[in-house]
């Protein structure tokens, strides 16, 4: 349920993406009509429309996630504020200019945010977020926990590279493919990989164990 909400922007914006680009000269009528105020020139033209359809429902999406948990008294998260700050910034950008540039570059900020935040609070604050995160019932020594907290630094580095990598040398199309399916499956593989090293550390219950 987390990883379904944690991926729900994306994957209304693939969907949007999908679906205006299926349908361009409806998508470009549409968003003239409801966000031509928002866009230099008041018109969006059938090649940009996917890309500001996309980007306005990313944006609403987020959004809406925060207003939820906000509404269910819940923590809203520094990442998902900053998603969402980076949401508005870069996507406001791209729906003015009619440029995917923009929306382009703000995945790649909020991953190269997440690292630096994961880097910056373990070297500077002497927190390390992932054992913060997962290390209840987790027998590590400090070594080991600073080496996954730095494994997950440079895969955010790593994937907001890639993230760039792609948009630069593939069409849209390919680049939306990976927001949803090669983002998400290489998140999958990268924490699976974790989880399977960290398996054998987790401590058992002694209740468990007195009951066998």
């Not at 987390?2 to 969907?15: H, T």
């Not at 940009?48 to 948990?69: K, R």
């Not at 923009?102 to 997440?114: A, C, D, H, P």
């Amino acid at each position: 349920m987390k990883l379904f909400f944690d991926f729900f922007p994306v994957a209304l914006f693939y969907a949007a993406f999908q679906y205006a680009r299926a349908n361009k000269e409806l998508a470009a009528q549409k968003a003239t009509e409801w966000f031509g105020f928002m866009v230099s020139g008041g018109v969006v033209g059938p090649t940009e429309a996917p890309t500001v359809l996309a980007t306005v429902v990313v944006v609403l999406a987020i959004a809406a996630q925060i207003g939820w948990l906000l509404v269910r008294r819940q923590t809203v998260s520094k990442i998902l504020w900053v998603s969402m700050a980076a949401a508005v910034i870069f996507g406001g950008a791209t729906v003015w200019f009619h440029d995917p540039a923009f929306i382009k570059w703000k995945f790649s900020i909020v991953y190269w945010l997440m690292g630096s935040g994961f880097f910056i609070s373990a070297r500077f604050f002497r927190k390390n977020l992932i054992q913060a995160l997962i290390g209840e019932g987790i027998s590590l020594n400090e070594q080991a926990w600073h080496r996954l907290n730095l494994a997950w630094v440079l895969f955010f580095l790593g994937m907001g590279c890639l993230n760039l990598a792609i948009a630069y040398n593939f069409s849209e199309n390919v680049w939306f493919n990976f927001k949803l399916f090669g983002s998400m499956g290489l998140t999958l593989l990268f924490a699976l990989a974790q989880g399977l090293y960290l398996a054998r550390f987790i401590k058992s219950d002694p209740k468990e164990e007195s009951q066998a």
